[in-house]
Structure formats: C-alpha cells, structure tokens
C-alpha cells in the first residue's frame, strides 16, 4: 500500500470554496487554492478547489498519498437562518400541554405534525407508564414527512423510551430518526426537542455535501475517509454527522478559529474572519476557544449543541453597497455577485453596463443584474407562485439586468423571493469592486468595477462622475468597510455589543480626536485576520484601533487548514445522584442504576462515561484517543466521605487524531 502523507482540508463558504494541502508528517501547508462555490452544485467547487490545489504543486500529488479529506461548511447554519429543510415529524413522549408549548415548535414551524405519545420517566430515571406503541405507529404512519425527531421526558435519565420508539419508527418507515438524547445531555426536555427537529430538518441538505464531496473525490480518484468539522471545532466522519448534522452548526467559524490557531502559533487573540458573505469573530484564550455554555445560537433559535461563541455579521467583500436617498452609503448585510466577478466570467456584463450609462434617466436599478447561482440545474420548484415561475422563466445562466425584467414592484418582489429560495442570484457594487478602482485588489477586470462605480456616483449625485468623484466614492466605500470591521472587533474585545456613541465614532472613523482630546481604544490581544479579502482592509483597522494585527501564512484559507488540522473529540456525561437516605443512582447512556454504597456509584459512573466515550470517539474516526475525567461532587452538610454524596456530575472527554487508515 502506497505512504499516505498529505491531508486536504476544504472549506465551502457563501462565495468561495477553498482548499489547503497539508504535508503530515511536516505539520505544514504545501499548497492552496479557491475556487468560486457552486451553489448549484456543490461538487462543481469543491473539485475546482482540489484541482487547483494540487496542480500548484511542482510535482503534483497522487491520489493514493492522500490520507484524509476534511470539510468545514455553513450549509446547516444557513438553512437553520433561512428556515431551510425537510419535512419532519415531530414525537413527544410524555409531555404535557406545557411542556409542548415551552418547545416552540408549532409557532417555529407552522403546520409541522406533531403528535404527543404516552409513557416517558421521573427524574429518578423510573418509568412512568409503558410507551403507547398503538398511539406512536397510528401517529407515526399519519404523517407524510421525511425525517422525525423523538424527544422522552427525563430521557437523559433514562433513554430506553427513545430507543424503543426509534427502532418501531424505523421498521414503520424506514425514515431517518433523531433522538434529543443523542444531541444533549440537557434535562431542559422541550430545548432538547426543539434541538432535534432542527437536526431531522438538515438530515437531507448535509447529505446533499456529503453527496457531493464523495462525487468530487471520486472523479479525482482520491480514496480515503472523508472527515467533517463540527461546530466546536472538533472532526467526526462524515457518515457519522451525516445523521447529526445540527452539530455542524457554526462548522465554518469553528474551523477558522482552528486554523488561525495553529498557523499563528499564539494562545490568546481575538479571531476576525472576513469572507465573501460575513465575518465571523471569536475568542481564543490560553489555547482554548469561548464556547456558548448555553448551546450555540443560530438564526434566533438556541440550539443544546455545543459549540464556539462566535459572532457572525452581514460583512464581507461582497456585501452590497447602497446608496440612500439622503447619499448616505449602506454595507450589508445581503450579499451579491461583485460586478467585477461577473464580468470576469460574463465579457457581456462591460457592454451592458455601458448601455445603462448610455441611458440618462438614471435610477437604483442601474448596474444591478440577476442570474441563476453559478453550476445550478434548469429546474422549477413546485413552491412557485405564478409570477415567481414568470420572473425564473427570464433569467439563465448568464446575467440580464433586473431593470430589463423587473419592471414592476411586483415583479421586483418576485425576484426579491426566487433570491430568498436560492434559485436566483443577484449581482451589485461591492467592496470588492470599490478596492479593484482603487488599485488595492486585481481578482477580475477593473474596468467593470469602474463602470459600476460611475453608475453608483451618477445615482448619488444626480450627475455624471469624473475621476476624482468616482475615486472618492470607492475610497469611502473602502472606508466604511474598515469602520464597519472596527466595531464589531471591538464589541468582541468587550464581551458585549456597544450602543453607538461619539468615542466609538471616533475610534473606529479614524478621526482619533474628539474636541480637544486624542481617543484610542484598542484590544489588549493580538487581532489574528484570516479570510480572503482581509489584506485589503485590516491594515487600516490595525492603525484605527492601534492594535497588533497578525496575518499568518495561509491567512486567505485558514477555514481549510482547520478543517485539515482538528482532532477528533467527544464528551460523555454521567450523573450520580444520592438521596440522603443511602441509596445512590447512577444516570447515563445505559439507563439508570442503582448503588447504596456511593464510592461503588462513582466508580460505575467513571467507568460508563469512559467506555462510552470510547466507543463513541472510535466510531466517529479517532484513533489512539486519550481520555480524561473531571467529577464535580456535592456533599451533605454533615458528609465525612463519598457516602454522603447529594450529587456528581461525572465527565469524560476522549481525544485522538483522525484514523487515516479507515
């Protein structure tokens, strides 16, 4: 068998997707590459990204020394924002009318079937009636969905209610099944339902990448496991999250920050990741990323799921710039095509920009253009109404400016809609664009970039724009990107978001002085910038906030060395609980037991989240994993030992490297 040497970690983000080749036994990026992501096909992308990659090396790479693919996303954080998804259908054991409300599924997702069956335990891990197997397959058989989620009371007590009930489901159905005992140890019974139908909803749009990475590594001839990063940074093997996709929520920031870390080399600073679509901030301290103790909150929703604390907002370098009706400029948080890219693929795009300057009505929708998203298939949706279908009708492969098609409110709202549903893309003036006029980035050609900004300044200011206008205007665009990018690396230098005030202003305009008096506010770590356009602005937030700003080797693609680089990693939670009486009971994976000696309960706690750790880190790709336990104890006032133990809480985490050999 062929030396395997080398990991390609690759990251699909909202505009580009990238990919880094790492030399394992050297510990080092060897080559790297991005490639426009294809919405339409995600394969497309990430076969574009691998290809180029490896072509950059001198030598090439076999197939065959490639030992593992890892891939980080924003697919289920998106779809989780947008309120993208399957059809599920939703099984509640033992909850009354309060605890189903207290869920909030109905009011999240209208019309959802829901059925609440009877049985489930006490705190005590004791059953509190049989499940109600009629009940569960006459609901069950009822519903026309594609996934369902299963949440028990006190089933982190004791689970055998949810086990019994997935295993009836699938020999009922067949359908994939999500378990909220398999996604937390939470006792919060309707979070943790809540939790799983997030994660039954994504089932099918993760296995939709995981799909098409497998089809991407299969026409390169690449035969090894295929890893993806979850939203604490950690690995797991793809078909292991492929029944767990909620886990991947925050998957993107999480492998930035695992990838700043470990090219930068520091232990404390302060993440900003810029992108095409947003910018993700978090906090590193002593070599270890916040996480959101509470579960990670995506798209209002807080979810049980560990993950990174991180800060996602509308910025990036494709945000779209506006210009208001009082001239002020806006950034974000939509995202769009840069003109200056769509010209680069559509030659076109030059001469119908020059047919709107031609055109001396002038309006807002000038410069402005639509487009199916780059590999999509020619496919209509059943979910269409008449004049969404009309509008899609209109628009290929190829752009056509909105004012040509879009001719009515209505028609706008239309195409507004077909964007919301990821069947259209939209194309405007970007920063991108702005930093192509000014000489600060040369991606694509800069006489689109410039025609646009002509288009951007005759709208502003009511009269065609000479060159130094026209300047001014993309260095102001540059310019608010930088004070935009200053703010939201302060607020997460204070902990907090801060309300707008003259010092903030100050600080982050550049000005530095208010009234008679020189103002700095500055981070008191280091500020590690990764992302592809962050040369282009965060020298210029390095001299605002006069702080150390570090951009590491690779920088441009640290998402997809994080993704190369994680270790694989699982946490297992074991309780004990004494009653003051004697008797001790031991609550985990295995269900429920019980001790009347409590040092025996804490020893049969330590071994259950060790073994289960184990088996669970193994499954999910580790190999020589090392595990370590942490036990926090409460005692009774009058307690000499651990027979006077009121409560423990007994952890396990195991760790090892991804098992290349798989």
Not at 334 to 339: E, G, K, M, S, Y
Request: aromatic share 4%; net charge negative; glycine share 12%.
């Amino acid at each position: 068998m062929s030396q395997a040497n080398y990991l390609i970690g690759v990251d699909t983000g909202g505009t580009y997707t990238d990919a880094a080749v790492i030399e394992a036994k050297g510990h080092r990026v060897i080559a790297s590459a991005k490639s426009i992501t294809t919405k339409g096909d995600l394969a497309i992308g990430v076969t574009g990204a691998i290809t180029a990659a490896i072509a950059s090396l001198p030598e090439g790479l076999k197939p065959e020394d490639i030992s593992l693919v890892s891939v980080s996303t924003t697919l289920a954080t998106n779809a989780v924002v947008e309120g993208h998804g399957s059809a599920v259908g939703v099984i509640l054991i033992g909850f009354d009318d309060g605890m189903a409300e207290r869920t909030g599924i109905a009011r999240a997702f209208p019309g959802m079937p829901i059925a609440r069956i009877g049985g489930g335990h006490n705190h005590n891990g004791e059953e509190v009636q049989k499940l109600d197997v009629a009940a569960l397959q006459a609901a069950v058989t009822a519903m026309p969905v594609d996934a369902f989620a299963i949440a028990s009371a006190f089933a982190v007590r004791n689970p055998a209610h949810e086990h019994q009930a997935r295993e009836l489901i699938a020999g009922f159905t067949g359908k994939p099944v999500t378990l909220s005992t398999e996604l937390t140890s939470s006792l919060d019974a309707p979070r943790r339902a809540l939790t799983a139908v997030l994660n039954a909803r994504l089932i099918s749009r993760v296995s939709m990448l995981i799909e098409a990475v497998r089809r991407a590594m299969a026409g390169l001839g690449i035969v090894c496991p295929l890893m993806i990063v979850k939203g604490d940074g950690t690995l797991a093997l793809a078909e292991k999250v492929a029944l767990r996709p909620i886990e991947t929520v925050l998957s993107g920031p999480a492998a930035s920050m695992v990838g700043a870390s470990w090219l930068s080399g520091l232990e404390s600073f302060i993440m900003s990741d810029m992108g095409g679509t947003t910018t993700d901030l978090g906090v590193l301290e002593q070599g270890r990323p916040r996480v959101a103790e509470q579960g990670a909150e995506v798209g209002g929703w807080r979810t049980m799921v560990k993950a990174i604390d991180v800060k996602t907002v509308g910025l990036g370098g494709d945000s779209e710039i506006g210009v208001g009706l009082n001239g002020v400029l806006s950034i974000g948080p939509q995202r769009v095509a840069p003109i200056s890219l769509l010209a680069s693929r559509y030659p076109e795009v030059i001469a119908m920009l020059e047919a709107d300057l031609a055109d001396t009505e002038g309006g807002s929708l000038q410069g402005k253009f639509v487009l199916r998203p780059f590999g999509a298939a020619q496919s209509l949706s059943a979910e269409l109404n008449p004049r969404e279908r009309e509008m899609l009708d209109m628009v290929g492969e190829r752009p056509v400016s909105i004012r040509r098609i879009a001719v009515s409110s209505a028609a706008q709202r239309a195409v507004a809609s077909l964007k919301r549903k990821g069947l259209v893309q939209t194309g405007g003036f970007t920063p991108s664009d702005a930093a192509h006029v000014l000489g600060l980035q040369a991606n694509w050609p800069g006489e689109a970039a410039r025609l646009a900004a002509k288009l951007m300044v005759r709208f502003r200011d009511m009269k065609a724009g000479d060159d130094a206008r026209i300047e001014a205007f993309c260095r102001d665009v540059w310019s608010l990107t930088v004070d935009r990018t200053c703010r939201v690396i302060l607020d997460t230098a204070f902990g907090s978001p801060v309300p707008p005030s003259a010092l903030i202003d100050s600080v982050c305009s550049g000005a530095g002085i208010l009234g008679l008096a020189r103002v700095a506010i500055s981070p008191i770590v280091p500020v590690v910038a990764v992302g592809g356009p962050v040369r282009v602005y965060y020298s210029e937030v390095a001299k605002r906030l006069s702080c150390e700003m570090v951009f590491p080797p690779f920088f441009d693609v640290a998402n997809a060395v994080g993704a190369a680089t994680g270790v694989v990693a699982q946490t297992v939670t074991v309780t004990v609980e004494g009653d003051g009486s004697g008797l001790f009971r031991v609550h985990g994976p295995d269900g429920v037991s019980q001790f009347t000696d409590g040092g025996k309960a804490l020893l049969a706690a330590r071994e259950m989240a060790e073994a289960h750790a184990l088996t669970a880190i193994a499954g999910m790709g580790a190999e020589a994993p090392q595990v370590t336990l942490t036990v926090e104890k409460k005692f009774l006032p009058d307690a000499l030992d651990d027979n006077g133990l009121l409560g423990a809480t007994v952890k396990a985490e195991a760790i090892g490297r991804p098992n290349a050999a798989r």
